[in-house]
């Protein structure tokens, strides 16, 4: 890895080329030296293990969780202490290879192994049942359409939203009706399953805060976000069903998320009512408007998330809709002045195809999306008048839940 110390986002062209030409010799040392190559798994020796010593256990504890924190391991919440009798106990939860390497994980390219993922589950909470759940997540954020390069290393708050389908959610306790992102009890599963993904990000990945992940604010969201979908109360087919999964498959598909949007409507008693206030939320949001407009490849598209509650669903549903009809909708409404976006998109770095816009007035509409299959809708939550939305910033990927 080489660092070019200064974020070049907020530099001149001039001033990015001072940056980078700095680090040239640095680039060529990495690209040229003789170095491990990665493909196999390293083996883990006895004396590679730490130990942790005080008047009791709980101090002994307490020494682990601050070295960990020290050395960019924990997340900032007390965490399980990952010993070897635990993580053997994990890895009872699935019949693959301690050895095994799931993928090679961006941006760092670490080796995820079910060893290394087991032992960050064990620090989130998960119990072993947990983990197959949470190597399908691995699995799924690691999918080129995902872009998890982007995703772990922006300047901005992306962090993927795990949704759970099939029959696995009553198996594990997955919560799908209320406060199904937490907090408490309800959502103790979706918690710890979510938070895996996370120190697995920061640990096997790399994605460590101010190191490779640059975010200016930082967001709540990445600690976890996990939630399983509410199929029995889904007028329509489930998220797995229409991603080209059986029903009784068990799925998880992560979806790259920035924000959440509450979406508050007990007053609409139409589709078209209840999906102009999704719209309105969904048209606040400008930052990735222009998104649309650069050369399409995979990984890159703004794909957004509806979180409809079943109140609203049945709303819908009952006025003759479905998802294609919620996804035109959608696209047909999601628009906003050229204004709000024309400085972004008539940047000199930006595509020249684009600047027949610099002639167009400032109240001319634009889309922000690219097409109608950028709206994804689940159904998730208890009753009541209210949802969400989220915006994304990339595709969305399932993969199946296997032991």
């Not at 969201?221 to 889904?234: F, P």
Request: net charge negative; hydrophobic share 40%.
């Amino acid at each position: 890895m080489v660092v070019v110390e200064r974020c070049l986002c907020e530099l001149s062209p001039e001033e990015t080329q001072e940056a980078v030409a700095g680090q040239i010799d640095a680039f060529i040392e990495a690209l040229t030296s003789d170095r491990k190559i990665a493909g196999a798994a390293p083996t883990r020796r006895a004396e590679d293990l730490i130990r942790y010593e005080g008047a009791d256990f709980f101090e002994a504890q307490r020494s682990l969780y601050d070295d960990f924190l020290d050395r960019g391991w924990a997340d900032g919440f007390p965490i399980v202490p990952p010993t070897p009798q635990a993580v053997e106990a994990m890895l009872r939860g699935t019949s693959r290879s301690p050895d095994e390497v799931v993928v090679v994980m961006d941006p760092g390219r670490g080796l995820a192994t079910v060893e290394k993922i087991a032992i960050n589950a064990v620090m989130a909470g998960c119990r072993p049942e947990h983990l197959p759940v949470v190597i399908a997540a691995v699995e799924a954020v690691s999918g080129q359409e995902f872009n998890l390069p982007m995703i772990s290393q922006s300047t901005g708050p992306h962090a993927p939203l795990l949704v759970i389908n099939g029959p696995v959610r009553h198996e594990l306790g997955i919560n799908f009706r209320g406060c199904s992102l937490g907090p408490g009890a309800p959502s103790r599963v979706n918690t710890v399953i979510g938070r895996a993904l996370r120190l697995i990000m920061m640990n096997i990945g790399g994605s460590v805060p101010n190191v490779m992940d640059m975010d200016v604010i930082g967001s709540p969201n990445k600690y976890s976000m996990c939630l399983g979908e509410n199929e029995e109360e889904n007028p329509w087919e489930p998220l797995h069903v229409q991603r080209g999964f059986s029903p009784d498959a068990s799925t998880v598909t992560a979806f790259p998320c920035t924000s959440l949007h509450a979406v508050a409507d007990g007053t609409s008693y139409s589709p078209e009512d209840v999906l102009n206030t999704f719209a309105w939320n969904a048209n606040i949001s400008t930052s990735t408007a222009w998104s649309w407009m650069l050369p399409k490849k995979p990984g890159w598209d703004r794909e957004n998330l509806l979180l409809i509650s079943p109140e609203h669903a049945r709303i819908i549903a009952n006025g003759g809709w479905g998802k294609p009809e919620i996804r035109q909708f959608m696209f047909q409404n999601t628009k906003i002045p050229l204004k709000c976006i024309k400085d972004q998109v008539l940047r000199p770095d930006k595509e020249t195809q684009w600047k027949w816009l610099a002639t167009q007035p400032d109240e001319m509409m634009i889309q922000t999306v690219r097409e109608s299959k950028a709206f994804h809708v689940i159904v998730v939550g208890a009753h009541g008048s209210k949802s969400a939305y989220m915006d994304g910033m990339g595709e969305p990927v399932t993969r199946e839940i296997k032991r």
